[in-house]
């Protein structure tokens, strides 16, 4: 009888190689069976080996390849099957990648579970744009949320965002028009700069920036699509001039 494989739980960064991390890249070169998200890039499933068995489980709103309960119980029977089993993620595994999920069930099934961190999605954006999430003069809080979660309108959001405070929001693109609203609703006034971050530290990154209460027209104008993050806060409105190689700029 086989023994249980090891599911490793990897996070692939914003896409670049050069950014995973030196365990990522070595699990990825002898990876067996390798399953990945629609955010990892080509370039890093390119350094899995060619007998390497890959298995899409890319989610889009409202289409899903799996569901989650069908993507762990997956994860499971592999390594059960005594194979290593490589879960790729986009950004890192525990922020927003429902690693957390997928290793409690591994745990229950009794798989052994390994998580690899990776250079979440709010960092590299803040590397490749220069917006620090955190400055002395600007910001001592920064809060993550998730602009697609259930009951987003009856979320208590007042104090996420405001002076002193950053708030990055992750896959908020078809929600912003009720993510302005419900800011501003909870306090936050509505000149308040913002930035949004399309394909982060990738080659075809864009910035567009402007008040919170246009936040929805920036979007549209500038057809916006996912993999985007919204930042908003002071520190996205700080020396914005070392942005002009990358930045669109949009009208105030």
Not at 159 to 186: C, F, N, S
Not at 218 to 233: F, K, M, Q, T
Request: one cysteine or more.
């Amino acid at each position: 009888m086989s023994s249980t494989g090891t599911i490793y739980l990897v996070g692939a960064g914003p896409g670049d190689p050069d950014l995973l991390t030196l365990r990522a890249a070595r699990l990825i070169e002898r990876a067996e069976v390798l399953v990945h998200d629609g955010l990892v890039s080509a370039e890093i499933l390119a350094l899995a080996p060619a007998s390497a068995v890959r298995i899409s489980v890319a989610k889009k709103r409202a289409r899903h390849t799996l569901p989650q309960d069908d993507i762990n119980a997956l994860l499971i029977r592999e390594a059960q099957a005594g194979r290593d089993v490589l879960r790729l993620k986009g950004g890192d595994p525990l922020i927003f990648g429902r690693g957390g999920e997928e290793a409690e069930d591994a745990r229950a099934a009794g798989v052994p579970v390994e998580v690899v961190p990776g250079i979440s999605a709010a960092n590299g954006a803040a590397a490749a744009t220069q917006i620090a999430l955190t400055h002395r003069e600007a910001s001592s809080i920064v809060s993550f949320v998730a602009g697609q979660c259930k009951g987003l309108s009856d979320q208590d959001w007042s104090g996420l965002a405001g002076k002193g405070r950053t708030l990055v929001i992750y896959m908020g693109v078809k929600t912003a028009p009720q993510i302005a609203e419900k800011l501003m609703a909870d306090g936050l006034a509505p000149d308040v700069p913002v930035a949004v971050i399309e394909n982060a530290a990738r080659a075809e990154m864009r910035v567009v920036r402007g008040p919170l209460a246009a936040l929805p027209d920036l979007i549209e104008r500038h057809e916006i699509r996912s993999p985007a993050l919204i930042v908003i806060g002071d520190v996205t409105a700080r020396d914005d001039r070392t942005l002009a190689h990358t930045a669109v700029e949009a009208a105030q």
